[in-house]
């Protein structure tokens, strides 16, 4: 017998998570937050590109950046045969454009700035995060019913894949990525496939083109959702009945393919468009200094993936470790099944830790992986299926345990008491923590750099040991055309030029920790910035100290830019060590500097 509350949380769950999850937003959320973010800037300058600006060269994103972003430009733009193309692929924006119309018309109305960056434009991304995964989690819900009829395991199940791992953290926080859509496509997806397995009724088969089209748009990677059919047909006999039965139906199968080309050909129309070509490769502009940009499929980082301190995938979502169980009742039931959705897993996990960078950049937890958390879902269901004595109150408390320490990591990783390349080390050295003193306490201590705010009062209160000062008026690389003083600034070669480079002997006496505080002034001659377009190293004669990269900076295009920056220099040897100040510039990227000056103080 099924118990109410049982079945009233299985009829409201996508509407109890979706509550939870504006809740979420609101403690989260902090005045003027822009909610269209790094790699969502370039999904989304299709809109204001085609429907505002009539610019695909995206010229107007440079005032956005200055207005909206404090100058820090995402390197969503590529040159090609002297054209700029949006590198990025265009589903999100396809799947945004109602929304984004929306937003325009009351901007319109309200006689705010129609200029696609303002608030309600903004706030327009994180309510579409909500409507697609809303939709998401009610077709999810609707296949895992397929694989039980206990209501409590199924709220349970979704409540776990939504807050349990960084899912909810892609949803409310950073709506602009594509992976709550895609994680919400595919548990469409494979609802279909199954009602279509099911029924071979042919109202199926333009929903399932419309949805992989979409998938692909999205992230193409996500086309090996393509896997899904095996185990969701369950036995060799239904997954071929499923090709006959969609081959049987011309008619549709014909106008779902002509769909789905059509909306496959958004991507190289768009390109024709901007660049004059059909199809590009979008990282070339990083081919001058990393070579290994894209896919190496010889050598896999499968363990590093799935372990790494680094985003690993168990280190940061151990549910989804626990859900691997699931395997065992699957694989005894069904042989067939478990096999199928072991394959898909491990090819889909191949394939994204072949990924040059396997750990998917600045995130919270594997992301790649959200797309594909159905798959996961279903393992969960067959291990919860299992029968165990006080099965409701353990995993009530597993689900309480399990949620509070992903919550307590996200709000780890929001506050910067994550550090941006983890190791085992700094993992635990921050486990769990949450007080305030420990908010980018992993940069100052293993990367010797401190935010000159947290240094402000300790400056005041100290006489420098020694003040440098270089304007480059009598410097041998410099320019003669742009200068923050004077008439001359510094353009570096290609390599590395010292900005200074000599003993200290003011510091013969000194502690052997000495904090230098440091500023620079930066002209980008190019708008095309990313992170590697310079780098400042401060080294000693017989170590590096730190790089400290334009990645860090909010730089504005043609205009100075006034660089702080604070590092803690540890066991100083003043005797033997020159003090080594280098800028680098990488690629041949046009930057002036000038007014370079720092202090040194003892710690």
């Known amino acids: 017998m099924v118990s109410k509350s049982a079945l009233g949380l299985y009829n409201y769950t996508e509407k109890i998570i979706l509550l939870l999850l504006i809740l979420y937003a609101t403690l989260i959320y ?39 972003y404090s100058g820090n430009r995402h390197p969503f733009r590529v040159e090609v045969n002297g054209s700029i193309a949006n590198k990025t ?116 088969i333009l929903p399932l083109s419309t949805a992989f089209a979409l998938i692909i748009l999205l992230r193409p990677t996500n086309g090996l959702v393509i896997l899904s059919i095996p185990f969701i047909c369950e036995n060799w006999n239904n997954t071929k009945q499923f090709f006959i039965a969609l081959f049987k139906n011309v008619k549709p199968l014909l106008a779902a393919f002509i769909l789905f080309l059509s909306l496959i050909s958004i991507i190289p129309i768009l390109y024709k468009l901007q660049v004059d070509e059909w199809l590009i490769w979008q990282y070339r502009d990083r081919a001058n200094y990393e070579a290994k940009v894209g896919f190496n499929f010889t050598d896999p ?26 395997l065992i009742p699957i694989f005894k039931s069904n042989k067939f099944k478990g096999t199928a959705l072991l394959t898909a897993l491990i090819t889909v996990i191949y394939a994204l830790s072949s990924w040059h960078s396997w750990y998917y950049g600045m995130s919270f937890g594997m992301r790649a992986m959200v797309d594909y958390l159905p798959y996961f879902s279903i393992l969960l269901i067959a291990l919860f299926s299992i029968p165990f004595k006080f099965k409701k109150s353990i995993l009530a408390l597993l689900s309480i345990i399990i949620i509070a320490f992903t919550l307590i990591q996200n709000y780890q990783y929001r506050n910067g008491i994550f550090h941006w390349i983890m190791n085992k080390e700094k993992y635990w050295d921050v486990f769990l923590k949450t007080d305030n003193k420990y908010n980018w306490y992993l940069n100052r201590k293993y990367d010797s750099y401190v935010t000159p705010d947290s240094l402000t009062n300790f400056i005041l209160t100290k006489e420098p040991l020694f003040t440098f000062k270089n304007s480059f008026e ?58 590697t377009h310079f780098k400042i190293i401060i080294k000693t004669s017989e170590k590096e100290i730190v790089n400290i990269t334009s990645e860090s900076q909010n730089l504005k295009y043609n205009q100075w830019n006034k660089i702080n920056f604070t590092v803690l220099i540890e066991d100083f040897k003043q005797d033997s060590d020159k003090l080594q100040i280098l800028i680098q510039t990488l690629e041949n990227k046009a930057f002036l500097f000038d007014h370079f000056s720092f202090k040194i103080y003892p710690n």
């Open 30 to 68: 902090k005045p003027g937050q822009n909610y269209i973010n790094s790699d969502g800037q370039g999904y989304y300058a299709y809109l204001p590109a085609i429907f505002i600006y009539n610019d695909l060269e995206y010229t107007f994103y440079d005032d956005i950046a200055n207005q909206y």
């Open 301 to 326: 980082n499968f363990f590093n993936f799935l372990f790494s301190y680094r985003n690993g995938l168990f280190i940061y979502s151990p549910l989804l470790f626990i859900a691997l169980g699931g």
């Open 89 to 204: 692929w265009p589903g999100l924006a396809l799947l945004w454009l109602p929304f984004f119309l929306l937003a325009h018309v009351i901007t319109l109305l309200a006689g705010m700035p129609p200029d696609g960056y303002s608030s309600i434009y903004q706030f327009s991304i994180l309510i579409a995060s909500y409507f697609y995964l809303y939709w998401g989690l009610y077709f999810l819900k609707k296949l895992l019913k397929k694989y039980t009829e206990n209501y409590f395991i199924l709220f349970i199940t979704i409540l776990l894949v939504v807050f349990a791992t960084p899912l909810f953290n892609y949803a409310g926080k950073m709506p602009s990525f594509t992976h709550a859509y895609s994680f919400s496509i595919i548990s469409f997806l494979l609802y279909k496939i199954k009602r279509f397995s099911e029924t071979h009724h042919k109202k199926h």
């Open 474 to 531: 009598y410097y041998s690389k410099t320019n003669d055309s742009i200068a923050y003083s004077g008439k001359k600034s510094l353009k570096p070669n290609h390599w590395h030029t010292f900005l200074f480079n000599r003993n200290v002997p003011q510091l013969t006496n000194s502690p052997n920790e000495i904090i230098l505080t440091a500023q620079i002034y930066c002209y980008p001659l190019e708008y095309d910035l990313i992170k």
